[in-house]
Every structure is written in C-alpha cells, then in structure tokens.
C-alpha cells in the first residue's frame, strides 16, 4: 500500500477521498459511540487533507422507521418534529463541540434524500430485481429487523422470546412485502470479497462476514405496510421501505447520486465508511448487493470499530449508560477527548473506558510529555535569547538523531493513520517521538549549557534549542488533525505563521519531516497552558 496517494495519473476528475460515517438512528441523543466513530473519521479526512488530497467527510442522521415514530408518539411530537429537534439541539451541536469538520450533513428526510431514494428502487423494481411476497416471522422493533428463531433468547414465559441485542422481547410480524432477491447475491458477493481481501475490516468482521454469507443468503423483505413513517414506494404507496434499505442509500444520494453526475463520478465509490461492529451486515452484505443490483461501483472499504465499554458495560444505542461526551470534554477538553479514544482502544477491538485511565494517560502523555516539553522549550527561548529563535550552528550526532526520529516518526504515523486506520498505532508512533525529544533535552541539559557564555557554549545552547522548537513544529503539524485546538496554539507560541511557514492548516504531512523548516528568527512566546492540570473528578 503507498503511503501516499498519487494522482498525477488521474484525468479531469480526480477521485476524492470520501469517507462516511453511519447514519445515526435520532431516536435519542448522541452517545460516546457515535462521537467515538465520527471522531475517527474526522481525524482520517483531517490527515488526508494534511496530504493535500481532496477528501470529502459525510455524517448525518437516520430518521425513519417504526422506532423513531413511537418514540416521537410517546413525546407527544410528530415524527418530523422530534427529529428536528434531536438533529438541531443534540446532534450537529455535538459535532460543532467536538470539532468535526464534515464537509455535509445527510438527513434522510431531506428531498434531496427521498427524491433519489425512489428512484433507485424503481430502478431496481424495474429490473426484476424486487418482487412482491408475505413474509411473517420475529421482529426486533429496536434492530428494525426480522430475526431468525436461532437468533434470539428465552425470555421469562414460555412462548417469550428476546432479541439478542436487545434483550428485548421480539414481536411476532406478519406482512405482504416487498423482497430484493439478495439470495441471488451470495455467489457475487463471494467472489468480490476474494478479489478484494481488503474490503472489510479487520479480518475477524470480514470473517464473520464470509461466514454469514457462505450459508444460503434469504431474499430481503425491504416494505413495510403497517405504519408510513418513510419513504413510499414509487409504485405501491401503501408500503414504505424498510429503514435500512432508504438508510443506506444516503452514501450515493450525498455524493450526488441521480442529481449531480460529475460530483459522483468525483465522489463515488467512497474510500471509507465507518462503521459500528452492530451494522456490518447491512454495510458488507446488503448494500453492496443493492449496488450490485443497480451497476453501480462498490465502496472501497467497509470498516468496523468495536464496543466501547464502561466497567464492561456496551455503550450502544440499546444500552446507554450515563455519561454523555460532554460530560468528559467538560473536565478533560475536547483535544484530549479526542485523543484519548483513539489512543487508548486499538481501532477495531473492543475497549473498555474508566476515567482513571483518561486521567492517567492525559496527565502522562498530554500534560508532561507533551505540554511540559513545549512549554520548557518556550520558556528557555524566551529566558537565553529573548524569545528570537537561534539558529542551530554546532549540529552533530544527537540532532541527527532526532531529525531520524522525525522523519521515521511521520513514515509511521502517515501509513498507520493514513492507510491502515490504525490511531493508537499512529499516536504511538507520534508520541515516542515527543519522548524521544524529551531524552534528548535531558540529556544534552540546555539549563547547565546556558552557564557557558563562551562562543562555543552559546552556540550550543542555540542548536540544541532550535532542535527542541523544530522537533515541536514537526509535532504541532502531525498533531493538527487528532488535536486542532492545541496544535494551534503551539504553532502560534512558535511563531511559526509570523515567520513565514503559512497557516498550520497549509502544512502537509510529507513537508512535516522536512528538517529545519522553523525559520530562524522567529519569535518563540510562551503561549497558554497546553493541558493544564486537572481539577479533582467532579462528584455526579
Ligand atoms: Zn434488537
């Protein structure tokens, strides 16, 4: 894989990276999994944009369905109205705190949305590829699903039966529907997925994917008739389509699908989409299917994150605990929110959160390694050489080492964030680097240094702070797209901008390792606190 993306070969339209979040379902407010995900996409396009690449970032908000209409009933609201009241007051609000830099925000309620929606069904209707048949079995009104009887769990009667991930108890649903032939799917889906072994991630989700799809695939009821909060169906307007089916077609009708062809053969097939380990069938099975069905090109990769746990609890949608994002950006901050996930639970896996392990790991890793190490470096510009930085005249083998540790740093970082959706891997990599500057400062001792006022001493004290000032640019630029705010202020404290480099948003990463690229001269001030000490765990 390249670890950087070439598109000299590219004709008028350059493919964007484009990658996408789930759609989240608005029955209620967002939670530490949804921030987790689109956190993770924000710092992808973030890092792709840091390439210069054109990247599109698309979220937004799954609004249909029988749940969200007997949630808006039980709230005395219709349905419309209670999802405008989540997405306004809840949903974008969040994304505005945390920073996310979406390039759009899909409603599925949106015409734009249901317009095309119909469209493509039709199309798929008119191709043979929907028939109409009754179907009756268990439902989960949580999954908005059909369940199979091996599927669910004893409930407390006899004849009760629960829905697995819900422990819920399933309802019995009988209907006339509408059926796409996914069954007709498998053998493709097979082959595609051999030829292209990375198209679901990691290899335990593709596993399970495989496995699913090895046995008989069942034909897809896509209609409902026995409540209309969705999108009719062109032909038979007693029946909307299934959740799912309108939900996942956002990915195509965002990008321009059926109403902008020149932006979708820009956009389409996105890199990218996110996605919870709960939804990978709809993503790794059905919709490629449905794509298929329609001829149009299959997204390039499907990745799955895992649960996020409190004390082993699942921070699901179906099972909510408590604590809200804003409830750890209040006491934490929003930079070190967004570092901590990525950092602390190998994107993928299931990991588990407490707040001594956040607190832990900002203190180390944020406050002292990083903060301390920045903000010493600015203090002794500032105190031997009145905040002008020098320039580094008496280099040798211990500057060598930390321009090797940088250039192997953003190798690193650039393929495990980049490529390989790795965070915690990328962070890491990120983070000896900070290390290893601070073995340097320890070693090379700039404080007892300063007390040689010879020639040779002063020109030593100024290679060994220069080093320290261009270690941290490097780090500021690597920084930017997990932490935007604090990356910000230590370009500012650098002077970077002032001294020529550009705006930190114009740095890329293949000029991140560009050694000696802080201009000498530039006024080094000691800016804010970049994480300052925590204020003791506030009592709920
Ligand atoms: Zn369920």
């Known amino acids: 894989m390249a670890a950087t993306a070439d598109h000299s070969t590219t004709g008028a339209t350059a493919p964007a990276y484009y990658v996408s979040t789930p759609i989240y379902y608005v029955n209620d407010r967002p939670h530490l999994g949804h921030a987790y995900t689109t956190v993770a996409g924000d710092v992808l396009t973030r890092w792709h944009r840091q390439r210069g690449e054109k990247v599109w970032y698309l979220t937004g ?66 191709k043979g590829e929907i028939y109409k048949g009754g179907y009756s079995g268990p439902y989960c009104v949580g999954c908005e699903e059909f369940k199979l009887p091996a599927e669910l769990l004893d409930g407390a009667t006899a004849d009760e039966k629960l829905c697995a991930v819900h422990k819920r108890p399933v309802e019995w649903l009988e209907e006339e529907n509408y059926f796409f032939r996914l069954s007709a799917y498998g053998p493709r889906l097979l082959e595609f997925y051999a030829a292209n072994p990375d198209f679901i991630q990691p290899a335990s989700a593709r596993n399970e994917v495989l496995r699913f799809v090895e046995q008989d695939l069942k034909d897809l009821s896509i209609s409902r008739s026995t409540f209309d909060w969705g999108v009719p169906l062109p032909w038979d307007e007693k029946h909307v389509l299934y959740v799912w089916v309108d939900a996942l077609q956002n990915y195509i009708t965002a990008a321009g699908y059926g109403s902008d062809p020149e932006r979708f053969a820009e956009l389409w097939p996105a890199s990218v989409h996110l996605v919870g380990k709960d939804i990978l069938r709809f993503h790794a099975v059905i919709w490629p299917a449905m794509l298929m069905a329609a001829g149009l090109p299959l997204p390039k990769r499907v990745v ?24 750890l950006t209040s006491h934490f901050g929003v930079d070190a929110y967004r570092y901590y996930f990525l950092r602390a639970i190998p994107f993928g896996t299931d990991g588990s959160f407490s707040w001594e392990d956040f607190t832990a790991r900002y203190t180390s890793e944020l406050a002292n390694d990083f903060g301390n190490l920045a903000s010493r470096v600015a203090a002794m510009v500032g105190k031997y050489f009145d905040g002008v930085l020098p320039a580094a005249t008496a280099a040798g083998d211990a500057e060598q080492a930390v321009a090797d540790g940088l250039t192997a740093a953003v190798a690193a970082a650039d393929l495990k964030i980049g490529e390989e959706l790795d965070f915690a891997g990328g962070l890491a990599a990120i983070f000896e680097f900070v290390k290893q500057v601070n073995g340097y400062l320890t070693t090379q001792e700039p404080w007892k240094v300063a007390k040689d006022e010879s020639e040779e001493g002063q020109a030593r004290l100024a290679t060994i702070l220069y080093t320290a000032a261009e270690a941290l640019r490097a780090t500021a630029v690597l920084l930017n797209p997990v932490m935007p705010s604090t990356a910000e ?24 390792a560009d050694w000696g690229r802080l201009p000498v001269g530039a006024t080094v001030t000691k800016g804010e606190i970049l994480f300052p000490r925590l204020e003791e765990k506030p009592t709920a």
């Open 304 to 327: 799955a994150n895992g649960w996020l746990m409190v004390g082993g609890e699942k921070m699901s949608k179906s099972n909510l605990t408590g604590i809200a994002p804003t409830d």
């Open 61 to 126: 908000t799954d609004e249909h369905g029988q749940k969200i209409m007997r949630t808006a009933e039980a709230n005395g609201v219709s349905p419309q109205q209670w999802c405008d009241k989540l997405v306004e007051e809840a949903w974008k609000p969040l994304w505005e705190h945390l920073e996310i830099a979406n390039d759009d925000f899909i409603r599925t309620t949106e015409e734009r949305h249901t317009a095309r929606v119909q469209e493509f069904v039709q199309d798929l209707f008119d």
């Open 489 to 512: 202020k230590l370009w500012v404290s650098l002077g970077a901008e002032a001294a020529g480099l550009g705006a930190l948003g114009a740095q890329t990463v293949a000029t991140a």
